[in-house]
């Protein structure tokens, strides 16, 4: 196989092992501005898979991230992340990593390599689903096993990669493909090119949530409020948004069971509880539709 531009040798940094450490720090640090530069080349490509996965999600379709090594587990944290800020359920984003969830901790030699593998493990998807999958140089057989099941099935196809002529570049329906060059230690993918995958995977599921209606302005309306500076965060997001003490939001997320969006509409409108949740519902859960309407009709 043809060298990829993952392995090249970085000419920037052959003299890495003999600098002090503070030049070492810098050096990591100027190939590091790199990467936001590049994703701003693919905004558009991040915009139009964003779009693709928020009209997943409303038509009851889930997202799947596969990857192996650092890009799997990459899939994975980003997937977990999800439940606790937006409250979704904890299938609606799923990681999956080549070898298994052993391969989480420790490295599974051969895993990326397992088309038949990639093949199987991507039975879970339906023609409703979104599948993104996640290399830096785009040319694991496990990939490529899980892009042929996908394509069966119909889901669509997203490659997050660092490698414009990667397999899965070819194969994917949508490619992302942010170039950051060879790496400060030749080949260490979990370096320029994994701060790239994080960042890309970070704007697809918090873009798709905002599409949906799980925030609004900039406030992270749908959070789990399990522990006392989430808590105090409820407190805060509702006593700004209703414009109220946050005595009066606390007393409000205390009736609502700590739902952030039931206890602002319970105070904008005066209604109990269950009448807030159902307006809400009629709005399919977005507040900012509901306190629109409620507004136009106050002649605000």
């Known amino acids: 196989m043809s060298e990829v531009i993952t392995e090249y040798r970085n000419e920037n940094t052959k003299d890495i092992d003999i600098l002090s450490t503070v030049e070492m720090v810098k050096k990591m640090n100027e190939e590091d ?17 964003i779009d693709t996965i928020a009209k997943s999600f409303l038509k009851g379709g889930k997202l799947f991230y596969f990857g192996a090594g650092t890009s799997g587990r990459l899939g994975i944290l980003d997937a977990s992340e999800c439940p606790p800020t937006f409250s979704v359920p904890t299938d609606m984003v799923q990681g999956i990593i080549a070898g298994g969830d052993r391969a989480i901790r420790t490295s599974v030699e051969g895993a990326e390599d397992d088309y038949e593998q990639g093949y199987k493990d991507a039975e879970v998807l339906t023609s409703k689903d979104v599948c993104v999958v996640i290399s830096a140089s785009g040319n694991p057989k496990y990939l490529l096993g899980v892009l042929a099941k996908a394509d069966e099935v119909n889901a669509v196809t997203i490659a997050v990669t660092c490698n414009s002529k990667g397999k899965i570049a070819a194969e ?5 493909c942010a170039e950051v060059g060879p790496e400060v230690i030749a080949g260490s993918s979990r370096l320029k090119a994994g701060t790239a995958q994080k960042m890309i995977l970070n704007m697809l599921t918090t873009g798709s949530m905002i599409k949906i209606g799980k925030t609004y302005e900039n406030f992270m309306i749908d959070l789990q409020a399990v522990n006392e500076k989430l808590k105090d965060r409820a407190i805060r997001i509702v006593a700004q948004i209703a414009q109220v003490s946050h005595s009066e939001a ?3 997320l205390l009736k609502s069971d700590w739902e952030i969006k039931t206890a602002i509409v319970a105070i904008k409108t005066g209604d109990d509880v269950e009448t807030s949740r159902l307006k809400l519902r009629k709005h399919a859960g977005v507040l900012r539709k509901l306190l629109s309407e409620l ?4 002649g605000i």
Do not use: P, R, S
């Not at 501005?33 to 898979?49: F, G, S």
């Not at 994917?172 to 992302?176: R, T």
């Not at 507004?295 to 106050?298: K, Q, R, S």
């Open 33 to 49: 501005k790199i990467v936001a530069l590049a994703i701003e080349d693919e905004a558009e490509h991040i915009a139009l898979a």
């Open 172 to 176: 994917a329906g949508q490619v992302i």
């Open 250 to 252: 606390l007393a409000a």
């Open 295 to 298: 507004d136009f009709v106050a």
